[in-house]
C-alpha cells in the first residue's frame, strides 16, 4: 500500500482565510432566525449602496435607518450575556421570573410598535401631512420603560445556547418603534429637538440613546459604554463640578433630544459610517471573496519571508495591508496574527515578541492610506479638507511608521542571530507575481480618487473592480458569492456602525457642554508657557482618551476634545487633527489597556501586560513621529518639493538611529550604555528638522559609527 504523501511545509506556510472577520457570525441562531437575519443584512447593505449611487436619502432619514437598522442586526447577532448549555438544568423559579419579565417587557412593546407603525401610515401612507398627536400621548413612558425591562432581563438571565431570546426580540421591536417614531415626526423633529422637545421626544431619545449603548457594550465592549456613561453623567452633573468642567446644567428633555440630532448621534460620525465605512467594508468583504487577502499575505511572505526575522517583517507588510481595510487593530491581528505570530516563535521570536509586532504592525494598517480603517472619513467630515488631500498628508507619517516597526524588527533580528523561513517553505514568487491583477482594486480605488471621482463613486467602482477581478481567480464570484458578501458586510459594520454612533453620544455631549472650548483654553494657557509641554498634554489626553476603544470612537473624540486647543495653538487643521489621530491609533498599543496587544497575547499565549509594553517599546519610534511633522509640516506633504525631500530623509535616518537605540543594536554590534546615549541624542537631533540641530545629528552618528567599528574589532577575535 503506498504511503500517503506528507502536507509539505510550504501547504502549511500558505495564508488562507486570513480575512475573515472574526466573530463575524455571532451567537448561534435558530434556523429560521439564520434565514431572518441573512436576508435582513443583505438587504441592509442593498439598502445602503443603492442610496449612496442612485436614490438619495434625505440627510437624518438615512442616518436614523442606518443607525435602527445596524442596532436591529447588532441585537439579534450578539448576545448580551454568554449563553448556558440547553443540556443543564435550569431553576424553575428563574424560568418563571424570565417569562414575567418578558410579559412586562412585551406588552409596552407590542403597543407602541403598533402605534409607530399607525404614525408612518398616517404619513406616508395618507395625505396628512403630520401624525396626531393623540396616539403617542403614553408611547414614551411606555417605550423607554420596555426598553429598561428588556435590557435588565438580558443582564439578569442567561439565555440559552441556541437562538435569540425573548428579551432581545422586544428589544427588536423597540428600535423599530423609536426609529419609526423619528421618521414619521422627522419634520418636527428637526426643528424642536434639543430646543422645544416634547416629553415624548425626550422619552424616544432616551431608549434610542440605551439601545446605542447596550450594544456597544454587546460589540465592543465596556470601556467606550463606561466613558459614554459618564460623559452622559457629566451633562447633568456639572453645576457642581470644579474648574472648566463646571457648566450650568441641562434638563432631560433638552439633553436627550440634543444628543439624537445633528450635533450628536446623528452627525459627523454616524455620517461617516452610514457613507465610507458601510461603502469600504462592502468593498473589503468583496476581496475577501475573492481571497485578495489570502494574497496579500501570501505575497508578502514570497517577498521577505525568506529573510532575517522574515515571518516578523511578513506581519508588517502584510497587516499594513489587511489593516487599513477592515478598520480595526484587534480585529487585523486576529486575522492575519493567526499565520504570523506562530511562524515568528518558530524563527525564535520570544511569544510576548511575536504578539507585539503583529500588535504595532496592524495598528499601524490605520494610518495607511488610501483607505486608513475609516479615520480619514471622519478627519474629511470633520475638518472639511478634501480626502485626496488627507491620503496624500499621509504618506510620509505611515511610511516613517512601518519603517520604525520595520527596524526594531529587523535590528531584533541581527542582534538574536535570528533567521528567516527556507525559500522551500514559502509561496513562490514567481506564481504570486502572475496574480499580480490581484491588487487591481486598490489602484483602481487610488486612481480614480485622484481622477476627480467622489469618495462614494470611487469606492463603488473599486467594489465592482473586486467583483471582476474575481473571475481572473479560481475563487469566481457568481449571484451566490455576491450575496454571501453582501451578508457579511453588514455584519462586519455592525461594531463600527454602534462604535460611532456611541462616540456621537460623547461627540454631542461635548458640543452641548462646552467642554471642549474650555479644555482649548486651557491647552492655549499651558502653551504661553511651553509650547511642547502642552504638545506633550496633548498627546497624552489623545492616548487616555482612546485606551480600550477602537480606533473610530478614539479618533471622534480627541478630535472633538484635543485638536480644537492645537488649532488655538495656531496650528493649521491638518497637523492638528494628524497629530490626534496618530495617538488614537497608538493607544491600542499603549499600556495599560491595549486592545491590539491583548489580541496579540491571546494568539501568542503570553501575559498581556508585558506583552502590552513590548508593543509600547516597538512602536517607541513612531510616537516621535507626530512631533516630527508638527516642527516639520513639510512631512504631510505641505510646501515645495526640495524641503520635503530634505526632511524625510533626514526623518528616516533619525528613525534608523532611534529604532536601533531602542533595541541596543546598530552597525553590526550591540550598545554600550553610553553609546546608546549617543544614538538617541543623534536621532533627536535629526528628527527635529532644522540645519544646525541635522549637522549636529550627523556629527554625533559618524561617533556613533567609528565606535560601533572598534566595537566590532575587539569582538571578532574572540569569535574566531
Not at 431570546?165 to 427588536?172: A, F, G, K, R, T
Amino acid at each position: 500500500m503506498a504511503e500517503s504523501k506528507p502536507e509539505t511545509v510550504a501547504e502549511r506556510v500558505l495564508a488562507s482565510g486570513v480575512d475573515e472577520e472574526p466573530g463575524a457570525l455571532g451567537r448561534p441562531l435558530r434556523s429560521w432566525e439564520s434565514k431572518f437575519f441573512f436576508a435582513f443584512c443583505v438587504l441592509y447593505t442593498v439598502f445602503h449602496l443603492l442610496v449612496l449611487n442612485l436614490f438619495p436619502l434625505e440627510t437624518w432619514a438615512f442616518r436614523i435607518l442606518h443607525v435602527a437598522g445596524g442596532l436591529m442586526i447588532g441585537l439579534g447577532l450578539y448576545g448580551s450575556i454568554a449563553p448556558t448549555d440547553d443540556s443543564t438544568t435550569r431553576n424553575p423559579s428563574l424560568i418563571l421570573a424570565e417569562r414575567v419579565m418578558a410579559l412586562i417587557a412585551g406588552l409596552p412593546a407590542l403597543f407602541v410598535t403598533a402605534i409607530a407603525a399607525y404614525g408612518l401610515y398616517e404619513v406616508f401612507g395618507t395625505p396628512a401631512k403630520f401624525p396626531s398627536p393623540a396616539p403617542y400621548e403614553y408611547f414614551g413612558l411606555a417605550l423607554a420603560g420596555s426598553t429598561m425591562v428588556a435590557i435588565g432581563s438580558g443582564w439578569l438571565f442567561r439565555p440559552r445556547a441556541v437562538g435569540a431570546p425573548l428579551y432581545d426580540w422586544i428589544l427588536l421591536l423597540n428600535t423599530f418603534a423609536a426609529s419609526a417614531y423619528l421618521m414619521a415626526n422627522l419634520t418636527p423633529w428637526q426643528f424642536r429637538a434639543g430646543v422645544m422637545p416634547t416629553p415624548v421626544d425626550a422619552w424616544v431619545a432616551f431608549t434610542g440613546i440605551l439601545l446605542i449603548l447596550e450594544v456597544t457594550r454587546r460589540v465592543a465592549g465596556l470601556a467606550l459604554l463606561i466613558i459614554s456613561g459618564l460623559f452622559v453623567v457629566y451633562g447633568f452633573i456639572g453645576p457642581w463640578l470644579p474648574g472648566f468642567l463646571k457648566h450650568g446644567g441641562y434638563s432631560f428633555d433638552r439633553f436627550f433630544t440634543y444628543i439624537y440630532t445633528d450635533n450628536g448621534i446623528l452627525g459627523p460620525t454616524t455620517a461617516v459610517s452610514s457613507t465610507y465605512i458601510m461603502l469600504f467594508i462592502a468593498f473589503a468583504a468583496f476581496l475577501q471573496a475573492s481571497k485578495v487577502g489570502d494574497y496579500f499575505v501570501n505575497f508578502a511572505f514570497a517577498a521577505a519571508g525568506h529573510k532575517r526575522g522574515g515571518p516578523a517583517k511578513v506581519a508588517v507588510f502584510a497587516s499594513g495591508l489587511m489593516g487599513m481595510i477592515n478598520g480595526t487593530s484587534a480585529g487585523n491581528v486576529v486575522a492575519t496574527g493567526s499565520l504570523t505570530i506562530p511562524l515568528m516563535k518558530r524563527v525564535g521570536y520570544k511569544p510576548q515578541v511575536a504578539a507585539s509586532v503583529e500588535a504595532a504592525a496592524s495598528s499601524g494598517g490605520q494610518i495607511m492610506p488610501p483607505i486608513m480603517g475609516a479615520g480619514a472619513f471622519i478627519m474629511a467630515e470633520v475638518t472639511g479638507i478634501p480626502y485626496t488631500d488627507l491620503i496624500v498628508a499621509a504618506i510620509i507619517p505611515a511610511v516613517l511608521y512601518f519603517v520604525s516597526v520595520f527596524l526594531v524588527v529587523d535590528f531584533e533580528a541581527q542582534k538574536h542571530n535570528m533567521r528567516g523561513l527556507s525559500k522551500s517553505e514559502l509561496p513562490q514568487f514567481s506564481q504570486l507575481i502572475k496574480q499580480v491583477y490581484l491588487f487591481l482594486p486598490i489602484i483602481i480605488l487610488v486612481g480614480a480618487l485622484f481622477m476627480g471621482y467622489s469618495v462614494i463613486r470611487a469606492g463603488t467602482l473599486a467594489l465592482m473592480s473586486a467583483f471582476v477581478v474575481s473571475w481572473l481567480t479560481p475563487h469566481r464570484m457568481g449571484a451566490k458569492e455576491v450575496i454571501g458578501a453582501l451578508d457579511l458586510s453588514a455584519r462586519m459594520a455592525i461594531q463600527l456602525i454602534a462604535v460611532c454612533a456611541c462616540a456621537g453620544i460623547i461627540v454631542g455631549v461635548i458640543g452641548l457642554t462646552g467642554v471642549g472650548l474650555r479644555f482649548s483654553s486651557m491647552l492655549l494657557a499651558i502653551a504661553e508657557q511651553s509650547q511642547i509641554i502642552a504638545l506633550f498634554f496633548a498627546m497624552l489626553i489623545s492616548i487616555m482618551l482612546g485606551m480600550g476603544m477602537p480606533t473610530t470612537a478614539a479618533y471622534a473624540v480627541a478630535a472633538s476634545v484635543v485638536a480644537p486647543g492645537l488649532i488655538q495653538l495656531g496650528i493649521s487643521p491638518l497637523v492638528a487633527h494628524f497629530f490626534v489621530f496618530y495617538y488614537a491609533v497608538l493607544s491600542a498599543i499603549t499600556p495599560p489597556v491595549a486592545l491590539a496587544s491583548y489580541a496579540g497575547a491571546a494568539l501568542a499565549g503570553s501575559e498581556p501586560l508585558r506583552t502590552s509594553i513590548t508593543s509600547f517599546r516597538i512602536g517607541l519610534s513612531a510616537f516621535i513621529v507626530p512631533f516630527m511633522f508638527f516642527y516639520s509640516p513639510s512631512l504631510l506633504m505641505q510646501g515645495d518639493w526640495f524641503p520635503i525631500m530634505t526632511h524625510v530623509i533626514t526623518a528616516l535616518i533619525g528613525i534608523y538611529m532611534l529604532s536601533g537605540g531602542i533595541v541596543g543594536y546598530i552597525f553590526n554590534a550591540r550598545l554600550a550604555l553610553p553609546i546608546r546615549a549617543l544614538t538617541f541624542a543623534a536621532a533627536l537631533m535629526l528628527i527635529t528638522g532644522g540645519l544646525t540641530t541635522d549637522l549636529i545629528g550627523a556629527a554625533l552618528i559618524v561617533a556613533v559609527f567609528l565606535l560601533q567599528r572598534i566595537a566590532v574589532k575587539r569582538e571578532t577575535p574572540r569569535e574566531a
